[in-house]
């Protein structure tokens, strides 16, 4: 019943990243999340594909729905072979009001989820995790 | 002058642009640009930025338009964004993004009453 | 505890000699799949006698009856009790046995840990010392099933009230109201926590994103008992949010108290339009609307 709702797309171009943002969106609703939540979660797919796409040059989404003994979810998992995120700290800490970057884009979409684990090793590649709960 | 693929369209002494589909990044950056060539050309002093057919408004698009104000300011122009949904606007400021420069109204009607306001000053 | 007819000491069934642990566990799951269709034959018997299988069809009976004895030897050969919590949750949430209650569901379980132990204890009753260690192995397991199983229809119970009472405090907590063209209110009234901001903010903003004209918003939080940097910066962030859709939300009733705490907690109140009273607060929205409340003679 669920199984049909895994989803992976490969992130190639630009217009995979509104892909990406679309499928969330759609399966978030699917779930049972409002609109105000359905573009948090869209928004931040966005920027983390985003991130895949620039600093890597390609990615994978995954969205899995989730069930946690009754209390349902998303799980989004974004993941590149790139080079990785150095000072990952720094980074989510980092950014300016007006937009752009790659801290940005990751401490953007960790506020907008409610969970949110990076891991990443230079040279090989970054995954990030991110969850939200109805 | 190729035509740009979102219209922008001219009001006296103002543009008028509403795009209706997805922006993404190629298309951003060539909708900046064409905004920022018309607004030369026509040497007009505001823009009011249709954003009601956008669904959702990450950091790329927030960095355009700030960029597209900035710009604008330089040219003597004012920019007023108009229309923003309320489920971006909410994750706008969840993520901690203003938009630095742009006046805001709620539609396009109280956008270029915005603008006249202003050029009265 | 059965007492053995013999004169052999009675040893607590707790105890097990650890070196043929796995070597009995790896017994009873063999035994119990050999037997299963027996085991599992005898357990549908049984059900139909109580009366637990009235509403299920025939062909339910059979795949059900077989994924849940497969499961539940899954769990004793594994020691992984995933596939019960993911069985037991397509209980509780309806996507199988959905003409069973909760109750015949449990009682049915029940009856499969009796119909279990019997075979167990027939099977091994000429020594009760290997009885008492197999029925230690076999026992924790079955408990654990059956744990497993009412959690989850718990779980699923009290995810529903949860809901529902959300659905409450959601017409609760939001209450907008029209002041006058224009000028719209929000009393706050009580503790504002995190959820409930943010599902004032929610409704506050669609609200706004429905009028053909700009709005002033009036948050009063005169009644507010305290508020702490989370709530505080979320009513901030709602009146950034407000002002980029092209509208006004100022903020009133800020009691000295609380305006302490907020400038202690470092909350950057610039650029927020404050007013002491919900009076004066009205005064600036209609200020702003360029309209005078005047006094006919």
Redesign the interface.
Known sequence: ?EQKMIETLEIKN??D??RA??RA?TIAEALGF???D???I??AV??LT?NAYQYAGEGKMTINPL?K???RGIEIIVEDHGPGIENIELVLKG?H?????LG??L???K??MDEFDIKTKSGEGTTVTARKWL | MEKPSIPILKSGDCLITSPQVALHDKLAVQFKNDILQRIVETKAKGLVLDVSAIDVVDSFLVRQIGEIAAASSIMGGHVVVVGLRPEVAMALVEMGFSLEGVQTAINLEKGLEVLHKIWRR | MLKGKTQEPIIESTVLIDVDTQKLKRELSTLLEHNAEEIRSQWIKEMQGQGLLAALSPTETEEQSKVIYDTCLLCLKTESYEAAQKYAASMAKKAVLQTMTVDQIITGLLILRDVYGRFIFEWYQKNPTKWRNVNGIYEPVARRILNIATQAFVAERESTIKQLQQQEVAKLSAPIADVWEGVIMIPIVGVLDSARAKQITESLLERISREKTELIAILSIGGIAAIDTKTANHILRTVHAVKLMGSEMIITGIRPDVATTLVTLGIDLSGIVTRSTMREGLEYAFDKLKLKVTKTS
């Open positions: 019943m630009e217009a990243i509104i943002r679309v969106k409002n609109y105000m359905q573009t948090r869209a928004t966005s920027e985003r069930n003994q009754g209390r950014g009001s007006t937009g752009g970057g940005m884009g401490s953007g979409s506020k907008l």
